[in-house]
């Protein structure tokens, strides 16, 4: 008996082809359980049940069959079990593998087709033939090996897409990796950056290496969004012709490493992503019907079989960067005012909670290292519309609240990445043509305001990913001003602007900034510009059709908060140490500039040596063609002669 998929291994001219029928023999849905009793006839159902029930809290179980020993009047002490779906097989080998069944009986778990990799096991040890060993898989982390730890980015434009390493200390940057048609609608990097994603008609590619050679497939016809989790676990595409025609499989969600469909979903909304992901991928969660159901991995169930439910229907959700709790909302109604609540997860614990009254709008925003929330909360007061931001101290004990009011319009909000300070655009008019940007911090008790600058031409704030420093943008009728800012010394850097400005993008390591024009929203003017993170231009090209500009994003690094603030302290003595290494490579380049300069003099002379040559050599046929010596340039006389001639003749009466 058999069920489940088991297709044959991808081959690089393998299109999504519809592969041919083949016979399966690992029996994907299927496990062997051993370490059970051996029971009677009597007993067999009641041990029969038990074994069920444990089974059955991995997935559905279509069939156990548990064997019986006629010449001893027992069973055999083991069970075959087959459960619906191939995933639920592999999540009970991992799970119940050692569960205790009693004090005598423990489970133990493997997959059936295990079993015949055990009968073929010889008796005694016999190394490996290094001859036949397979080759090394591709290094995916190759990238992150880069001595001076330039980083990568992509450009993607109507000719071809290009992979670049960004220059350093005046490299200029070069190219990796070029490919025309490599994808039929967009690029995505993953992450972490270790894969980059092409979307195409039959399905999803994921690319990596040195090389970037294509790694994994995804057949999802139609395919036109895509998501990655987190941690790089699970990819989720979705699809306006579901799977099959069956609804059901709109959204698909795939286990990355062994590219095995998990479960489908149904879409009930077009915003994307469908699904947001805990910090560790360890939950997902989508809402609907004012409910948000939350999903575990890798079992893709239902958490407790239910969704989480408040007090009214919620109105939006966003899980904390860096522990699984969520925070969500509940709009007023019936007099009862809104709500925020923070949410633990999978206990469902209320670990805080704001009531709010005359409520238009909210939205949340967790700080990313998870240490703080806040509520722009937007009201109506004596008819004119004003804004509270709620600020949530989520690490500290009952998670206090305190409250920023402004009477202005926010047209923007941003937190620091890593550190204690936000950015808030606000002006007096929703469409003032120049806003003031103010900075606030969360560093003590009380949330402190730090500066403001009055009247910028500023609608969105960039802050670097390593903090501190900031890129405040002016997009459409702001026509791409950019002002670059240091926020902890309340310094504005260098000021700039790139007409038709559509993009603002950083480099994972604060050090660079891009600003770019994209085709898809501007016809005009395409291309990017890099910049320092002090406002100097580095380099800027015209791309026809640019579509894309994408940094590969780098993964969170492996340094404990302590580690890190060694290296803060110690950044003085890093940063002589760097600056030298920059100029002994500065000086590098000048001498190998003046070296090729120098080598481009020495041609430059061998040429003319031998057109030199050339020309004594005719020397005398020219004598002859032209009938005299005429080799002498400076035997001439200079004759000047002056011609006027009288363009035009205009008379005027002049009164006296």
Not at 257 to 286: C, I, M, N, T, V
Not at 366 to 384: E, H, I, N, T, Y
Request: hydrophobic letters at 35%; one cysteine or more; a negative charge.
């Amino acid at each position: 008996k058999m069920s489940g998929h088991n297709l044959p291994p991808v081959e690089e001219d393998d299109d999504f082809g519809v592969p041919p029928v083949v016979l399966d023999t690992n029996f994907p849905t299927w496990i062997a359980l051993d370490g059970l009793p051996k029971v009677t006839k009597d007993k067999l159902d009641k041990l029969g049940g038990v074994v069920r029930k444990v089974l059955g809290s991995i997935g559905e179980v279509r069939d156990f069959v548990m064997p019986f020993d006629e010449t001893t009047n027992a069973t055999k002490g083991f069970a075959f079990v087959e459960y619906a779906k191939p995933e639920h097989a592999a999540t009970a080998v991992g799970k119940l593998h050692g569960y205790a069944l009693d004090k005598v009986h423990t489970f133990k778990v493997s997959k059936l087709s295990d079993l015949d990799l055990l009968e073929k096991l010889a008796d005694e040890y016999q190394a490996p033939d290094v001859a036949t060993e397979p080759p090394a898989s591709e290094n995916l982390y190759e990238y992150l090996l880069n001595q001076y730890a330039q980083d990568q980015y992509l450009t993607f434009s109507d000719v071809c897409t290009e992979i670049f390493l960004n220059g350093v200390a005046g490299d200029k940057a070069r190219g990796l990796h070029r490919k025309t048609e490599w994808t039929e609608k967009y690029f995505q990097w993953s992450p972490h950056g270790t894969y980059l994603i092409t979307l195409h008609q039959a399905g999803v590619y994921l690319w990596g290496g040195p090389d970037f050679k294509r790694l994994k497939k995804f057949p999802h016809v139609g395919v036109d969004l895509v998501d990655i989790s987190p941690c790089e676990n699970y990819i989720v595409t979705t699809s306006q012709k579901p799977l099959d025609g069956n609804a059901d499989e709109a959204i698909i969600v795939w286990d990355i490493r062994s590219g095995q469909r998990l479960r489908g979903f149904p879409r009930y909304s077009p915003h994307w992503p469908a699904f947001r992901w805990s910090h560790d991928d360890k939950y997902f969660a989508r809402l609907h019907q004012g409910l948000i159901s939350v999903f575990e991995t890798p079992s893709m169930k239902l958490l407790e079989n239910k969704s989480v439910k408040l007090h009214g229907p919620i109105q939006d959700f966003v899980w904390s960067p860096a522990q699984n709790c969520l925070a969500a909302w509940v709009p007023e109604a019936n007099n009862v005012p809104a709500r925020v609540v923070l949410l633990r997860i999978p206990d469902r614990k209320e670990l805080a909670q704001k009531n709010l009254f005359n409520v238009v709008d909210c939205k949340l925003h967790w700080q990313p290292q998870g240490d703080f929330l806040c509520v722009k909360v937007d009201r109506l007061k004596a008819k004119k519309q004003n804004t509270t931001f709620e600020l949530f101290r989520v690490r500290e004990k009952d998670v206090p609240v305190e409250a920023l009011e402004l009477e202005d319009f926010v047209l923007a909000f941003a937190w620091e990445p890593r550190g204690q300070r936000f950015a808030i655009v606000h002006a007096d008019v929703a469409n003032a043509p120049r806003p003031n940007v103010s900075f606030y911090t969360m560093a003590g008790k009380k949330v402190k305001h730090t500066a403001t600058l009055d009247k910028r031409p500023c609608n969105a704030l960039f802050w670097s990913p390593m903090g501190r420093f900031i890129l405040l943008a002016g997009f459409r009728n702001h026509n791409g001003a950019l002002e670059f800012y240091d926020s902890q010394e309340n310094l504005t850097m260098g000021t700039a602007d790139h007409t038709m400005l559509t993009n603002v993008e950083w480099d994972p390591t604060g050090r660079y900034v891009a600003t770019a024009v994209s085709f898809w929203t501007e016809k005009l003017e395409n291309g990017f510009k890099l910049w320092s993170f002090n406002g100097r231009n580095i380099a800027a090209e015209v791309k026809s059709k640019l579509y894309q500009f994408l940094w590969r994003p780098r993964p969170p690094t492996l340094l404990s908060k302590d580690q890190e603030k060694l290296v803060q302290k110690n950044f003085k003595e890093y940063s002589e140490r760097y600056k030298k290494e920059d100029e002994e490579k500065i000086q590098i380049q000048r001498d190998e500039k003046r070296r090729r300069k120098e080598m481009q003099r020495v041609e430059i002379d061998r040429i003319m040596s031998l057109r030199m040559q050339e020309w004594e050599k005719e020397r005398e046929k020219r004598r002859q063609i032209r009938g005299y010596a005429s080799d002498d340039e400076n035997d001439w006389d200079v004759v000047e002669e002056v011609i006027e001639e009288v363009v035009e003749v205009q008379e005027e009466v002049v009164d006296e």
